[in-house]
């Protein structure tokens, strides 16, 4: 219940009072607010400029242009790593595999950038026990003439594609990687 305050005495009155119960004094006529109501906003129609629209257009096109231009440069790296996801699919259907008795490769997995890897286990050894700079020195050069040499590396041959070689020991531990990127035919 709000109140109304006398003018002559500065009572306090009920809002319903007309006359002070102080005083006697006419009451002012509490002032009641309405809530303001904002009209709502008209938005006016854009009206576009022929130049404006030409500038719009004019960036549609060039937007469109860097995005082919782009998809068409990355799309055959794209592509190549889709592929190699489809060999290493393959060869992991039959991993692990036992390459010789030394040798397991337990699966391959494709790195961005036109990478398969060959993950291998080394299973009769202990890596405190090789010297890795041997070790790669002596497959390096077998691995690099196998993607020169043999028909099934065209693939690798044809769009530059480099193979990983990553070796553990028996115990999971690392023992070296060899990266060879296949030359190009």
């Known amino acids: 219940m709000s109140l109304v305050i006398c003018t002559q005495c500065n009572t306090s009155n009920s809002s319903s009072a007309r006359y ?8 002012p006529k509490p002032v009641v607010e309405e809530p303001q109501v904002e009209a709502p906003k008209v938005q006016k ?5 022929g130049s404006t629209i030409v500038a719009i257009l004019g960036g549609v096109l060039f937007s469109l242009g860097v995005y082919w231009g782009t998809n068409r440069f990355l799309n055959s790296g794209i592509l190549v790593d889709k592929q190699l996801g489809v060999v290493s699919n393959e060869i992991n259907k039959a991993c692990p595999i036992l390459v010789d008795s030394e040798t397991r490769l ?6 961005p950038g ?12 202990v890596a405190s026990d090789i010297d890795t700079s041997a070790f790669k020195e002596a497959l390096r050069p077998i ?11 065209e693939f690798f041959r044809k769009h530059e594609v480099t193979l990983n070689y990553y070796y553990r020991d028996s115990t999971g531990s690392y023992i070296t990687l060899i990266s060879v990127p296949v030359p190009k035919e």
């Open 45 to 49: 129609k854009a009206r576009l400029k």
């Open 143 to 153: 691995i690099l003439e196998q993607a020169r040499s043999n028909p099934q590396m």
């Open 114 to 125: 036109k990478v398969l890897q060959y993950n291998y286990t080394l299973i009769n050894v």
């Open 20 to 27: 002070c119960s102080a005083c006697g004094y006419a009451l």
């Open 106 to 111: 337990d699966n391959t997995v494709v790195l």
